[in-house]
Nanobody, 122 residues
Framework: VQLQASGGGLVQAGGSLRLSCAVAGGTFNHYALGWFRQAPGKEREFVAAINWSGGSTVYGDSARGRFSISRVNYRTTVYLQMNSLKPEDTADYYC????????????????WGQGTQVTVSS
């Protein structure tokens, strides 16, 4: 299973970005998908996750109320809509896949994509 994240960039505080993660290989609707982020010098942080059908989502504290995760199974793509961005959202964002329910621990995800960088200026 290969994951390819995209959509990062530079945005001003208060702005929005939508990240995409295209998944190839495997059977897409067998996997829960998650987004994680890591800022320089900090530990990896859970952002959001979604189950195979899109009917169940989980959010980290920093994302709840501002970010929205979704998936389009026929496109084998998962999205992260990020609104009301803050400078503290600056990080590399990673998508990951696992079989089973969505979880907030990165250790439970088997497949990872490369990061896409998000920079929020104040």
């Amino acid at each position: 299973v290969q994951l390819q994240a995209s959509g990062g960039g530079l945005v001003q505080a208060g702005g929005s970005l939508r990240l995409s993660c295209a998944v190839a290989g495997g059977t897409f609707n067998h996997y829960a998908l998650g987004w994680f982020r890591q800022a320089p010098g900090k530990e990896r942080e859970f952002v959001a996750a979604i189950n195979w059908s899109g009917g169940s989502t989980v959010y980290g504290d920093s994302a709840r109320g501002r970010f929205s995760i979704s998936r389009v199974n026929y496109r084998t793509t998962v999205y992260l809509q990020m609104n009301s961005l803050k400078p503290e959202d600056t990080a590399d964002y990673y998508c990951a896949a696992r079989k089973g329910p969505p979880r907030d621990s990165g250790d439970l995800y088997k497949y990872w994509g490369q990061g896409t960088q998000v920079t929020v200026s104040s």
